[in-house]
């Protein structure tokens, strides 16, 4: 009888662990990080697998956005390598040709966002951010441009609509990453 007390108390002093975030706690995190861009819900559901990470951490969720953001745009430019050109009409391949480019160049920017978030320096701090602004708005001026492109072209078959869905949820979430920077720096280190 004794050791199932000692048992029950010990349980019952283990989920009181401070340390432990609750389900809820974990989403008022992302809740409050996520209060910052123009598309919440697509924040809040892509971003809340970090929150026991990022916490209240305005560089860790900044990271989690690039990463985000970074993941998405490889996604994407798998599947416009997979897309057979013969589904779009000339114009569109034009403007599918421009849209790898674009995409690439986007990801490259992400990717470098990534590396300097993942060593922020306070003595560099003014410098990193503005670099980063640069660079987050250049992958998100990529993606507006790549879909400026169809924009221009005749047709509207199902694979060119697809195709600017997928840019579209992209450049949302380049945006989000933005805001996310922006609160960063709003805040400091």
Known sequence: MTSFITFALLFFLL???PTSSSPSKRNSYVQNACSVTHYQD????????FS???KNSPSKWARAGVSVAISDNKDLLRYLLKTRRSTFGKRDRVALSDCRELLQDSLDNLHKSLAVLRSLRASEFQRQMSDLATWLSTALTDKDTCLDGFEKTSTKSSAVRKLQERVTTSMYLSSNSLALLNKLVANGL
């Open 15 to 17: 989920s009181l662990n």
């Open 42 to 49: 697509l924040c809040v559901q892509t971003l809340s697998p």
């Open 52 to 54: 026991s990470v990022a």
